[in-house]
């Protein structure tokens, strides 16, 4: 028995999102950050001082590691934005305005 069915979940048919430009199927009900780890995608970001890769760490978004840009719109918590058809994600680095004029 897999984990969608103990829990009696029905997602819907699976829609596409792009990562980078990266082609990555997602399913209804899911977070950026649970599409992305289903893609097997587990680092996002880095750090503004080190460059050190971040993903996922407190899944509340609380510790702001998982931020990512979505449609434009920077340092979105990828733990708590909803997945949408169609989104544009892409990774980012330090606080994510430097390619915003």
């Known amino acids: 028995m897999n984990p969608l069915e103990l829990a009696g979940a029905r997602p819907g048919p699976a829609f596409g999102v792009t990562l980078d430009g990266r082609a990555i199927e997602a399913l209804p009900g899911q977070t950026v950050a649970a599409a992305l780890w289903s893609a097997g995608v587990t680092s996002w970001r880095t750090t503004r001082g080190g460059g050190s890769p971040r993903g996922v760490f407190c899944g509340i978004g609380v510790c ?38």
Request: charge should be negative; glycine fraction near 16%; charged fraction near 20%.
């Open 64 to 101: 702001f590691d998982c931020l990512v840009t979505v449609n434009g719109r920077p340092n979105q918590r990828a733990c708590l934005v909803p997945v949408r058809s169609g989104d544009v994600i892409l990774t980012q680095e330090g606080t994510g305005h430097d390619g915003l004029g």
